[in-house]
């Protein structure tokens, strides 16, 4: 069972995020003051982009869509550069004083000859629809994990929040961004160094995080759609953890842990509220439940899919079913399950450095390899 600490914790969660909802849902936000969208809340700590490589990985903040608050982090691990080309470590303090003396200094520029390829990590993070960012504390600790341990390089998405920004905002943000890698990857369409030098399109693996598993599922449905029209790009696995799923038909899971840990029943169908528009709602919507009739494209189509779920985690039979669904068709879906787990015990902050969140960050790695590995991949679009 979960600790004390995490009960405790759970039930003020729940509290002040349940009273956000409700006051969203009663008193909307003036959406003709948030044009552009927002991706992160000011009561959520953020941590600043260091392009430095410090403990191994550089990160910058980009900005895709100037007409939008959409914008991506980029994880950059100091393995692609090649061993003659790594700085020096330096102390943070070294850093900063670097950082004021050169206030132009845009950290670690590629020279043209250290430009080892790395896969790309396209990451959606998790908070219901409503909440978290790209730049968390929490989600920058998990992405800088992920791109040390699979050698590649994370591109997470800041996608524009509900309500200011209801369906299908988050989800076009996701194909943007897949766009917008396609183009890095040219030395004459690419402006953004870090990837023209280092990105392998070729060898792109979508992880999605709590909802940002639905918005990695839309992604790669479209990906199936548009085939070569994303060339380079091509999308070799994906990754849903404790993916954001729902249906009208309750499952056990649903019935017996309805008032579960974090995010419980209650507090989702909030959410959805939120970022659903209202003549749109629906548990059956093709955002919240992937086994919608007549949804497409087929499942036999969808790239290697290793779901993640959690004991105590109300929508885990959801993603249960949709990974048998998927291993129904001869679609490679293996399915990580848990024990003593809680919806985002990997992602987290408090539980960062548990056991378990440790141990799925490897088993992650370790299944993706075979598809990110070079001349390992047969899988592609």
Same mark, same amino acid.
């Given at each position: 069972m979960?600790s004390i600490?995490?009960?405790?914790?759970?039930?003020? !969660?729940?509290?002040?995020?349940?009273?956000?909802?409700?006051?969203?849902? +009663?008193t909307?936000?003036?959406?003709?003051?948030?044009?552009? @969208?927002?991706r992160? &809340?000011?009561?959520?700590?953020v941590?600043?982009?260091?392009?430095? !490589?410090?403990?191994?990985?550089?990160?910058?903040?980009?900005?895709? $869509?100037?007409s939008?608050a *959409?914008s991506?982090?980029?994880f950059?691990?100091?393995?692609?550069?090649?061993?003659?080309? &790594?700085?020096?470590?330096?102390?943070?303090?070294?850093?900063?004083?670097?950082?004021?003396?050169n206030?132009? $200094? /845009?950290?670690?520029?590629?020279?043209?000859q250290?430009c080892?390829?790395?896969p790309?990590?396209l /990451?959606?993070?998790? @908070?219901?629809?409503?909440?978290?960012?790209?730049?968390?504390?929490?989600?920058?600790?998990?992405?800088?994990?992920?791109?040390? %341990?699979?050698?590649a390089?994370?591109?997470?998405?800041?996608?524009?929040?509900?309500?200011?920004?209801?369906? #299908?905002?988050?989800?076009?943000?996701? %194909?943007?961004?897949?766009?917008?890698l @396609?183009? +890095?990857?040219?030395?004459?369409? @690419?402006?953004?160094?870090?990837?023209?030098?280092?990105?392998?399109?070729?060898?792109?693996v979508?992880?999605?995080?709590?909802?940002g598993?639905?918005?990695?599922d839309?992604?790669a449905?479209?990906?199936?759609e548009?085939g070569?029209?994303?060339?380079?790009v091509?999308?070799?696995? /994906?990754?849903?953890m404790y993916?954001?799923?729902?249906?009208?038909?309750?499952t056990?899971?649903?019935?017996? %842990?309805?008032?579960?840990?974090?995010y419980?029943?209650?507090?989702? *169908?909030?959410?959805?509220?939120l970022? *659903?528009?209202?003549?749109?709602?629906?548990?059956?919507?093709?955002?919240?439940?992937?086994?919608?009739?007549?949804?497409g494209?087929?499942l036999?189509?969808?790239?290697?899919? *290793?779901t993640?779920?959690?004991?105590h985690?109300?929508?885990?039979? +959801?993603?249960?079913?949709?990974?048998?669904?998927l291993?129904?068709?001869?679609? #490679?879906?293996?399915?990580?399950?848990?024990? $003593?787990?809680?919806?985002? !015990?990997?992602?987290?902050?408090?539980?960062?450095?548990?056991p378990?969140?440790?141990?799925?960050?490897?088993?992650?790695?370790?299944?993706?390899?075979k598809?990110?590995?070079?001349?390992?991949?047969?899988?592609?679009?």
């Amino acid at each position: 069972m979960p600790s004390i600490t995490v009960k405790l914790y759970s039930v003020f !969660f729940k509290m002040r995020l349940k009273n956000r909802l409700q006051g969203w849902i +009663q008193t909307p936000p003036d959406e003709s003051s948030n044009q552009e @969208g927002v991706r992160t &809340r000011p009561e959520e700590p953020v941590s600043a982009s260091n392009p430095y !490589f410090t403990d191994g990985i550089a990160t910058k903040d980009i900005r895709v $869509d100037p007409s939008t608050a *959409l914008s991506v982090r980029i994880f950059l691990p100091e393995s692609a550069l090649l061993p003659s080309e &790594r700085p020096q470590p330096k102390s943070k303090a070294e850093e900063s004083s670097l950082k004021s003396e050169n206030n132009g $200094d /845009q950290g670690y520029t590629p020279s043209g000859q250290n430009c080892r390829k790395l896969p790309i990590m396209l /990451q959606f993070h998790g @908070g219901g629809w409503v909440s978290g960012s790209n730049d968390s504390v929490a989600n920058d600790s998990f992405c800088q994990r992920i791109a040390k %341990l699979c050698d590649a390089i994370v591109v997470a998405v800041g996608y524009r929040l509900a309500p200011e920004s209801k369906y #299908p905002a988050a989800f076009e943000d996701g %194909l943007k961004v897949l766009n917008w890698l @396609g183009k +890095q990857s040219n030395n004459s369409t @690419g402006d953004e160094p870090w990837l023209v030098a280092h990105a392998d399109p070729s060898r792109c693996v979508l992880l999605g995080v709590s909802c940002g598993a639905n918005i990695a599922d839309y992604v790669a449905r479209r990906t199936v759609e548009l085939g070569k029209e994303l060339d380079p790009v091509k999308v070799v696995a /994906q990754i849903l953890m404790y993916p954001f799923f729902l249906a009208n038909e309750p499952t056990q899971s649903e019935i017996r %842990l309805a008032n579960t840990y974090f995010y419980d029943k209650a507090i989702c *169908l909030l959410a959805w509220q939120l970022f *659903l528009p209202k003549d749109e709602f629906s548990l059956e919507h093709p955002a919240a439940n992937p086994l919608t009739p007549n949804r497409g494209p087929p499942l036999k189509l969808m790239p290697p899919t *290793l779901t993640v779920v959690a004991e105590h985690d109300w929508m885990r039979d +959801q993603g249960v079913a949709y990974s048998e669904e998927l291993r129904k068709v001869n679609v #490679p879906a293996p399915l990580l399950d848990y024990k $003593d787990t809680v919806h985002e !015990f990997a992602t987290l902050e408090m539980l960062l450095k548990t056991p378990q969140a440790e141990a799925c960050a490897e088993d992650i790695c370790i299944w993706v390899k075979k598809y990110i590995s070079l001349g390992c991949h047969e899988f592609s679009y």
